[in-house]
């Protein structure tokens, strides 16, 4: 599985954007699909996730309410979007897939895509 991320950018505060993750590949395999992001000296967190059967989604209290993700499984393709950004929400961002194989789990990483919310 290869994931490629895009839409990342220099936003003003309460501004928005959209990520997008392209996943090619074994994506049959894909199981669920998250957003993390990582903030120079911080620990890399979980912003969003999202399952590709049901759709079941789950968000990070900081972001709850303002972002929103999304999937595409015709296009092979996860969404998230991001209103009211603050400047805090500046970070690298990154696509996650969580693939199986029979009983075996891998997981997937996108190259990243830096957001940067200016106040």
């Known amino acids: 599985v290869q994931l490629a991320e895009s839409g990342g950018g220099l936003v003003q505060a309460g501004g928005s954007l959209r990520l997008s993750c392209a996943a090619s590949?074994?994506?049959?395999?894909?199981?669920?699909m998250d957003w993390y992001r990582q903030a120079p000296g911080k620990q890399r967190e979980m912003v969003a996730s999202?399952?590709?059967?049901?759709?079941?989604?789950n968000y990070a209290d900081s972001v709850q309410g303002r972002f929103t993700i999304s999937r595409d499984n015709a296009k092979n393709t996860m969404y998230l979007q991001m209103d009211s950004l603050k400047p805090e929400d500046s970070a690298v961002y990154y696509c996650?897939?969580?693939?199986?194989?029979?009983?075996?789990?891998?997981?997937?990483w996108g190259q990243g895509t830096q957001v940067t919310v200016s106040s």
């Open positions: 999202i399952t590709t059967d049901a759709g079941s989604t």
């Open positions: 996650h897939a969580e693939a199986w194989y029979i009983t075996s789990r891998f997981d997937y």
């Open positions: 590949g074994s994506t049959r395999s894909i199981k669920a």
